[in-house]
């Protein structure tokens, strides 16, 4: 199987800036994207902003400029650097990897157990 173990996260202030990190191990082969979402109060989840191995990344418009994703790929690790943060990022984080099971080569979906991120006003 396959582990997303996520850290970061927390209480910030408004302006503030926040670190996510979530390391992948397990049978894996190789990853097709890795990145975030999220759960704000009353709304759906939703991508913030995924990269995929061919470097390309994808943002939730409202934090273009703000928010910055990066991988280590030796290390399966993706990480979310959130800068400028306002409150209405306040909301429950998750890494998702998409990844090519070692073990059955099919393509699976993984998700991380989630981290919460406060912004106070």
């Known amino acids: 199987q396959v582990r997303l173990v996520q850290s970061g996260g927390g209480l910030a202030q408004a302006g503030g800036s926040l670190r996510l990190s979530c390391a992948a191990s397990?049978?894996?082969?190789?990853?097709?994207?890795m990145g975030w979402y999220r759960q704000t109060p009353g709304k759906q989840r939703e991508l913030v902003a995924t990269k995929n191995t061919r470097g390309g990344t994808n943002y939730l418009d409202s934090v273009k400029g703000r928010f910055t994703v990066a991988r280590n790929g030796d290390e399966n690790t993706v990480y979310l650097q959130m800068n400028s943060l306002k409150p209405e990022d306040t909301g429950v984080y998750y890494c998702n990897a998409d990844i090519i099971s070692s073990r059955t080569f099919n393509r699976m979906v993984f998700w991380g157990t989630g981290t919460l991120v406060t912004v106070s006003s």
């Open positions: 397990g049978d894996i082969l190789s990853f097709n994207v």
